[in-house]
């Protein structure tokens, strides 16, 4: 259980550091339109490593996929450090997902091997928890290095760490595998699912900033993964093993769990994500600031999830009835999160942000009980890695879909807003430059150069400026504001959603 929780601090943390670092990562290799991307090309590669690792290791055993999704990552890391353009960065990203995928999945799956479902809510729940505890860490840490040394320093810190953590699963943790016999791997299933997932992240990426959304690169490849999903389907239906069993979705408690674990994987990576913006963009601190302010949320979490676990393993498994408790509570929370302005005071944005991670909190254990509960011990390991690939789907394609929408909001606002005094005085290439992306908002340097193009201008300069940072500031709010509302609206889907969930008493045995 140490190993397990050491090797989930160490693949979670590496998210909420990154994300607080982020602002700074596009002012020095620019790719506003690509912010949410950086994220995005890591949760499709490790999505798409959840089920392939969750499948292989109910065939061969969980150490050694362990051990490989951390010897993935730090390398990844190293990667990452020294990138110098954006698309490396995503690339490398993507790279690295591939050992976060492997670890973060593997966790879950472990637990399933060491305790009955009876028993598994307090452990999960713990799991849970040090996901939330290394996300409190994670910001501030971000935050810090980044404003004392560099953002490079938010991937190379992981490298000590992880060389650490591989070297007590090595020598330490058992071989739990199954019976040995010959499997047959199924590599059409992985490579059809591969050309389902990234297609599909790829259009609603490029829709709305590259391309508009009817144009016929977009159409194509949404259509191009609507076929390959198709031929997944067939090949996984006819597949000796196939890495992804059908059959399992017949189970309404597996088919309800995904869908609602889908949506609260649309609004966990939401706030992760854009809750420092907010801060650093709207409100105007630094980037160490704005981790901290990311805090409450992820305590809030904590707290939820070490409680809701609990209950679950002492109060008789009522999943349904403490799942619709957390969506309430958090769909709560995005209310308020949707009513902040630039005057909002950082009192009120932090009581937001707990309320919603509270929510959250309470939701995570639920539905991993309730589908390792619902079926055999043979297929544990790809039914856990399915619900975590739903979670991590429902992230990407949100931040997918409301990051076209907040730079698309962004620049609208910006241009609607903007003064008349002040568009005549600037180069309308430095506002372009600006829209796409806005450094002055959390970039002191930049925002010092604008300043003094402004000064130069004689006694107006300096109001010029202000009015420019002020609808800067608005346009941000008022983009972040509609990402909120998406958010409340996807989670009030979840609510519904849940009703339908089955309950069935939690086993006392594995």
Not at 125 to 154: A, M, R
Not at 297 to 313: A, E, N, P, T, W
């Amino acid at each position: 259980m140490a190993g397990v929780m050491l090797a989930m601090f160490f693949a979670s943390l590496d998210q909420t550091v990154v994300g607080t670092a982020m602002p700074r990562i596009i002012t020095d290799l620019g790719g506003f339109a690509q912010y949410t991307w950086v994220a995005t090309a890591y949760i499709i590669a490790s999505t798409i490593t959840l089920l392939i690792a969750g499948k292989l290791s109910d065939m061969y055993g969980r150490k050694w996929f362990l051990i490989g999704g951390i010897a993935v990552f730090i390398v990844g890391s190293i990667l990452c450090g020294t990138s110098q353009t954006m698309m490396q960065l995503i690339a490398f990203r993507a790279f690295q997902g591939i050992g976060a995928g492997a670890i973060m999945g593997m966790a879950f799956i472990a637990i399933g091997d060491l305790f009955s479902p009876a028993e598994r809510g307090k452990y999960v729940g713990l799991l849970s928890g040090v996901f939330g505890l290394s996300s409190v860490i994670g910001p501030t840490l971000g935050g810090y290095i980044t404003d004392n040394l560099s953002w490079n320093w938010v991937f190379f810190i992981n490298i000590p760490f992880g060389i650490l953590i591989m070297l007590l699963f090595i020598f330490f943790f058992p071989q739990l595998r199954p019976g040995v016999r010959k499997h047959r791997v199924d590599y059409a299933g992985i490579i059809t699912l591969i050309l389902t997932v990234v297609p599909l992240m790829l259009a609603l990426s490029w829709a709305g900033v590259n391309y508009d959304w009817l144009s016929f690169p977009i159409l194509f490849t949404f259509a191009f993964s609507l076929a390959m999903l198709l031929l997944f389907i067939i090949v996984e239906s006819r597949a000796k093993e196939p890495i992804l069993p059908l059959w399992i979705f017949r189970n309404r408690i597996v088919s309800v769990s995904s869908l609602v674990t889908f949506i609260l994987g649309f609004g966990m990576f939401t706030g992760i994500i854009f809750i420092p913006l907010y801060f650093q963009g709207v409100l105007g601190t630094s980037a160490t600031a704005s981790g901290g302010f990311l805090t409450p949320m992820m305590l809030g979490l904590v707290v939820g999830s070490v409680i809701s676990g609990q209950v679950l393993s002492r109060a008789g498994g009522h999943y349904r009835l403490q799942g619709t408790a957390g969506i309430i509570i958090m769909a709560l929370g995005f209310f308020l999160l949707s009513r902040m302005t630039v005057e909002t005071s950082y009192a009120t944005a932090v009581m937001n942000i707990a309320v919603m991670g509270f929510g959250l909190g309470i939701t995570m254990p639920m539905y991993i009980i309730a589908v390792q509960n619902a079926v055999p011990y043979s297929v544990m390991g790809i039914a856990t890695s399915t619900n975590a690939f739903f979670r991590s789907i429902g992230g990407a394609l949100g931040l997918a879909v409301v990051g076209s929408l907040m730079t698309h909001r962004f620049a609208t606002e910006f241009k609607e807003g903007l003064p008349p005094e002040v568009s005549a005085v600037v180069p309308s290439e430095q506002l372009s430059s600006i829209i796409d992306n806005p450094q002055a908002l959390v970039s002191p340097e930049a925002q010092d150069q604008l300043r003094s193009f402004f000064e130069s201008m004689g006694s107006q300069g300096a109001a010029l400026f202000e009015q420019l940072l002020s609808t800067l500031r608005e346009a941000l709010n008022s983009a972040l504001t509609e990402v909120f509302l998406v958010a409340l609206g996807v989670i009030a889907v979840a609510f519904i959603a849940n009703f339908f969930i089955k309950e069935i008493p939690l086993r006392k045995h594995l």
